[in-house]
């Protein structure tokens, strides 16, 4: 009897193994079948059923995080591609998917590792560049330009990543290298404006003001927002190269927006000078002085302008009077130069 009853116990758990199983295969194929017409919800639903009958089955983990990816439910579909590497650490699409779903959460440390196991079973021609980001996220800029050049040859045509080198340049104040990247970066996906606003900082900083405005004026035929920051960036290029009527009309502009900004009137005020407009030049700094009357360098140059006009002594007195307020004026006046000049 005991024999018999052990028999008929074996057959159960044999029956219900093999019907988990049959309902598991059923609900799998059924979530691949939603997911196939992006039904993403309804396949997530079934990948879930298949789970509860096999939970350590990896297809059903990986096609339930497939579906959660669809959704854009991406720290949800890490812990499904997690479960299924804990089911099968071998399988290359759940590495790749973990180094790429890590890498898109912001979990540097995760990504990196991940990518390097994709490195180490010859996974895809991302892993440099996964790892690359990752060390510039955290900071570590001479480990992501490592990197990048290995990412590079692994893949010459991805644009983010000489963009992602030239960040780390400009980290670094490497600007004239950094410029040369953000070139190569746009040569590879010509319609990020703001990627060229970019490179026009790096040749302002270089400084090469012609390249500036080169990438300026191109982010702006291609979009990029007439920021304050970018008029006046494009105003003070036009500037350096001598430009002024172009530099005027821009910080113009910009002074409609922002008129009470003390810079912008300064910098106004040194364009006319420069271009022998006093009378404009006066009056501007006239401006500033009634912001703060204790600007003393605007004083000190009306009383320049005046002496540029012909008005020797009354320039004179103005400038002697600003001395008094600010006494580090009077090197200026022993070197005939201008606050703030070379």
């Known amino acids: 009897m005991k024999n018999i009853n052990i028999l008929l116990m074996l057959g159960i758990i044999s029956n219900v193994a093999y019907a988990q199983s049959d309902s598991s295969e059923f609900y799998l194929k059924k979530g691949i079948a939603e997911k196939d017409a992006r039904r ?8 879930a059923k298949a789970a509860g009958f096999s939970p350590n089955d990896a297809k059903v983990q990986i096609g339930w995080g497939q579906a959660l990816l669809e959704q854009k439910r991406y720290m949800e579909a890490r812990e499904k591609y997690k479960a299924a590497y804990s089911i099968d650490a071998k399988n ?4 790749e998917q973990l180094a790429t779903i890590s890498l898109n959460t912001r979990q540097w440390a995760d990504a990196v590792t991940y990518a390097k196991k994709m490195q180490e079973a010859k996974i895809g021609n991302s892993s440099n560049f996964i790892i690359a980001k990752s060390f510039y996220e955290q900071g570590n800029y001479g480990e992501c330009l490592k990197y990048c050049e290995q990412a590079f040859k692994e893949d010459p045509k991805r644009a983010e990543t000489p963009y992602i080198a030239g960040r780390s340049l400009v980290e670094m104040s490497n600007y004239k290298k950094a410029a040369g990247c953000f070139e190569q970066a746009i040569e590879r996906d010509s319609t990020k404006a703001g990627w060229m606003y ?3 900082l790096v040749y302002y900083a ?33 500037l350096n190269t001598k430009n002024y009527d172009k530099g005027l009309a821009l910080l113009k502009e910009a002074l409609q927006r922002k008129p009470q900004d003390m810079e912008l009137l300064d910098n106004i005020a040194d364009a006319y000078y420069h271009t022998g407009k006093y009378d404009d030049a006066i009056t501007h700094w006239d401006k500033v002085l009634e912001i703060d009357k204790t600007k003393a360098s605007a004083l000190y140059m009306i009383g320049l302008s005046y002496q540029k006009k012909g008005e020797k002594e009354k320039g004179q007195q103005l400038c ?21 000049s070379i």
């Not at 290359?92 to 590495?95: A, G, L, N, T």
């Not at 979009?223 to 003070?236: T, V």
Request: hydrophobic fraction near 35%; glycine fraction near 4%; avoid cysteine.
């Open 320 to 340: 002697d009077k600003a001395i008094q307020m600010d006494p580090s004026l009077k090197n200026l006046k022993e070197e005939k130069k201008m606050p703030g």
């Open 40 to 47: 993403f919800r309804e396949a997530e639903k079934n990948f």
């Open 206 to 238: 270089v400084p090469d003001d012609k390249k500036a405005i080169y990438w300026f004026e191109r982010a702006a035929a291609k979009g990029y927002n007439r920021s304050n920051d970018f008029i006046e960036n494009l105003a003070n290029a036009y």
């Open 198 to 200: 970019e490179a026009g």
């Open 92 to 95: 290359p699409e759940v590495i």
